[in-house]
């Protein structure tokens, strides 16, 4: 996929799927980390026609995604936010907060992310059809935004001189920039180093210079389960107060 060439990410429809069970069969298509499948679309006024029409969910999905990028970061999941200027969905989708068995979870349970109403509507759902390192949308973006970020800050370092001094100074800025990212709760935390191990005297020689860096990604709050416990424990210091009244 093209996609991953470029550092991409797509949002796609589960094209021509007029059912749920046409959309999960419709995922088995896919496997890629760059991709997050939508079903279904949205109905919004068309001012043109002067019609409520039928639009793609990823053309709303790529406009958010730039909103989101630019009010909360990348580390922050398309899911849960509300999508202006749209009056429905192509489909109904059962969808209610405490029920595991609605539609909307049979569809995540899928990976593929679907659309709710609730104050509007919004996109719900995290996942991309990796199931195995990248499988939540920001894991992908935050892997994608890091890969291009750091090597481009390197720029003005390639062909300059490869001593010791400004191996440690490539070092330096790059843990700079992780914790920094760490510290603005986009990033877990982060780490940099130079190995012995992968520079051997030969590379050095021709001028080649290995630096790692380890990164944990934050991941949406996407399961969150509340236990209710019914106790008397509270009765006694309650009504203490009351003691010889």
């Known amino acids: 996929m093209i996609a991953g060439k470029l550092r991409a ?37 068309n001012p043109k026609s002067g019609k409520n029409e039928t639009f793609p969910a990823p053309a709303y999905a790529c406009g958010l995604r730039a909103y989101i990028d630019h009010e909360q970061g990348w580390h922050k999941s398309l899911s849960n936010v509300p999508v202006k200027n ?4 192509s ?8 029920a595991e068995d609605s539609d909307a979870n049979s569809l995540n349970n899928k990976e593929i992310t679907t659309i709710i109403r609730r104050n509007g509507f919004r996109f719900w759902g995290n996942r991309t059809p990796e199931t195995n390192a990248y499988i939540f949308e920001v894991y992908t973006r935050t892997a994608q935004v890091l890969a291009d970020s750091i090597a481009e800050a390197q720029f003005e370092t390639i062909d300059s001189p490869l001593t010791p001094a400004n191996v440690k100074d490539v070092i330096s800025a790059i843990r700079a920039k992780l914790d920094s990212l760490v510290t603005a709760g986009k990033l877990i935390g982060a780490e940099c180093w130079y190995d012995v191990v992968d520079n051997s005297t030969t590379d050095l020689r021709q001028g080649r210079v ?7 990604p934050v991941p949406p709050l996407e399961d969150m389960e509340l236990y209710q416990t019914f106790t008397d424990e509270y009765f006694e210091p309650a009504f203490a107060v009351l003691g010889g009244a």
């Open 9 to 45: 990410f797509v949002y796609a429809s589960c094209h021509g799927c007029n059912t749920m069970a046409e959309a999960i069969t419709y995922r088995q298509k896919f496997n890629e980390r760059e991709v997050m499948l939508l079903w279904p679309d949205f109905i919004a006024y």
């Open 86 to 89: 749209v009056l429905g969905m």
């Open 91 to 98: 489909r109904h989708v059962f969808w209610s907060l405490q």
């Open 210 to 216: 290995r630096i790692r860096y380890k990164y944990t």
